[in-house]
């Protein structure tokens, strides 16, 4: 069975195509049109489809969409109930949700030859519980899901078994620890449905002082659900325009909201757990991207098993749903093989590409060998290898790496990127190697938890260590990754230190480098000494002479 999953109303519109239960590609519609987020989130936007993503999905598998079985649309307008009614203001939600309706004919128009008679809605939040529990490597989960909001409601909490979802608690509308962090994003002067993780970030460098004010509008309520509603962020701390410094009332206003956040997720898990039982919980919505709150829960929640699907937000709906119809027909939906799951170009094609922009080029021995070398000396490598990543963590396929023992490539980083000084840059680690160096949930593959460094290492790999001493680790199986773990082995062996810096190949405000072309755009932007582009390596000094 061949289904088209499409993420399209809200933000990061996606596609993902699933044949007989088994993932076969996925796409972020930002990937392909250079636009970040794919749109804003606002009702005039709700329109647009991700076609280009739509479109390479079925080119890469050979299909054309007269043969689809069918196609999922991650939100079911007629579950929805008038913005006012909930509690929300949105007076063009209407217009939403007309554009939601009509996601059929809008989908037909731009796949010629797709019968809209085969566009089925998937509720938001089911969509969500199903990128996450059939996908994990545990399918008989728990399944916890929070976001801003789905079509009346912003949180789901089940459990899957046999491929069967049975929800036991879902939170209505305008209660929502997604729309809680938004809020406060803006208020901290932050884009809003964009920038959420700039306030996680933040956050480490204050003390929740708020804590006990914003208890009282923020808290489960001891049935599954939870209050998250009504506060009044300039009665705490004053807003901050953008591009003002922050101050030290802005970083205790973040500590204290994530606090909050924390407190509120682990007792849902706990209320779950006594609910469902079970050793496994899966995880999916935008707050599961929220990697300081997924340790908390996998440090002191009921839980052995912890999963966040590393498409966690509106993004992985697309893939979720799919997996969803191909469980409700039967086809078994198998785990998620890994992140890379969109374009790759052979050797043949990068060296065709590189021809074309008229660069100098070498083809070393081993180009792992290579960039080890390079790292070693202390230079900034642009890495582009296979397929690229689903979701918004660069996990050694499209990253940009450099040496994690000296302090200052955290701001050279930063300034390669055009980020804000706060901002963290996270440790690649051989799986193996992990528990040498870092406390916290080890396998991490998809960098969605934070584990505090040894003591003993964080003057040794200063550059990857947050203020609070943590760091975001992305763990690498060298089975699944074999030329990232050469490179790791290769750069231990010149320096010692088993660790690279791993940051997103992007500059500030723009995708992550998705094609060959934005892989040659990025490296003549920025400041970086070596393009590793598939076997081949670009020079800083030869290309730019």
């Known amino acids: 069975m061949r289904i088209l999953g499409i993420n399209a109303l809200f933000h990061d519109p996606a596609a993902a195509l699933v044949v007989d239960g088994t993932t076969v590609a996925a796409g972020e519609e930002e990937r392909f049109s250079r636009r970040k987020h794919g749109k804003r989130p606002v009702p005039f936007s709700a329109w647009e489809l991700p076609e280009l993503s739509a479109r390479w999905c079925l080119e890469h ?88 909001r789905g079509e009346a409601a912003s949180h789901l909490a089940g459990r899957f078994h046999d491929g069967k979802l049975d929800t036991l608690a879902a939170q209505a509308l305008p209660h929502s620890l997604g729309l809680v962090y938004e809020e406060l994003t803006e208020h901290l002067g932050f884009l809003r449905s964009s920038d959420e993780y700039k306030v996680m970030a933040l956050a480490s460098y204050g003390k929740p002082r708020f804590l006990p004010r914003l208890r009282p509008y923020v808290h489960a309520t001891g049935d599954g659900g ?41 007792e849902l898990a706990h209320w779950l757990h006594r609910e469902a039982g079970g050793e496994a919980l899966a995880m999916a919505g935008g707050v599961a991207l929220n990697c300081v709150a997924n340790s908390k829960i996998a440090a002191k929640g009921p839980y052995r098993h912890v999963w966040v699907q590393p498409a966690a937000g509106d993004a992985g709906t697309a893939l979720g749903g799919a997996l969803y119809l191909a469980a409700s027909e039967g086809a078994a939906p198998e785990p998620l093989p890994g992140a890379d799951l969109g374009r790759g170009w052979s050797d043949e094609e990068l060296r065709a590409r590189l021809e074309e922009a008229a660069v100098p080029y070498e083809r070393p021995d081993d180009i792992a060998e290579a960039v080890a070398e390079e790292l070693a000396r202390d230079g900034v490598v642009a890495w ?40 963290p840059v996270a440790p690649m680690v051989l799986a193996e190697r992990a528990h040498e160096l870092f406390q916290g949930p080890i396998p991490s593959p998809y960098m969605l938890f934070v584990h505090d460094v040894h003591r003993d290492w964080r003057g040794r790999i200063p550059a990857v260590v947050h203020v609070d001493g943590t760091a975001r680790v992305q763990t690498v199986d060298e089975r699944q990754e074999p030329l990232v773990a050469r490179m790791l082995r290769g750069f231990e062996k010149r320096t010692g230190l088993p660790v690279v810096v791993n940051t997103s190949l992007n500059t500030a405000g723009r995708p992550m480098v998705d094609d060959p072309r934005d892989a040659l755009e990025c490296f003549g932007s920025a400041p970086v000494d070596l393009l590793a582009i598939g076997p081949y390596a670009v020079r800083r000094g030869r290309a730019y002479a």
């Open 61 to 148: 598998a050979g299909i054309g969409p007269e043969e689809l079985d069918a196609v999922t649309y991650s939100f079911d307008p007629a579950l929805a109930r008038p913005a006012a009614e909930m509690g929300l203001f949105d007076p063009w939600d209407p217009l939403r949700l007309e554009y939601a309706r009509r996601a059929p004919e809008f989908l037909a128009e731009a796949l010629p030859g797709l019968d809209p008679a085969k566009v089925v809605f998937v509720p938001h939040h089911v969509a969500h519980a199903a990128s996450a529990g059939p996908a994990s490597p545990h399918p008989d989960s728990a399944v916890l899901v929070l976001d801003g």
């Open 384 to 423: 582009f290898q296979g397929r690229s990543e689903y979701g918004p963590r660069a996990l050694g396929h499209r990253s940009l790496l450099a040496h994690p023992g000296r302090a200052e490539n955290l701001e050279r980083l930063n300034r390669v990127k055009g980020r804000e000084e706060f901002r």
């Open 226 to 266: 939870f209050r998250a509603h009504g506060v009044d962020w300039a009665d705490l701390a004053p807003p901050r325009a953008k591009g003002e410094p922050w101050t030290r009332d802005h970083a205790d206003l973040a500590a204290s909201c994530q606090a909050v956040l924390e407190e509120t997720l682990l």
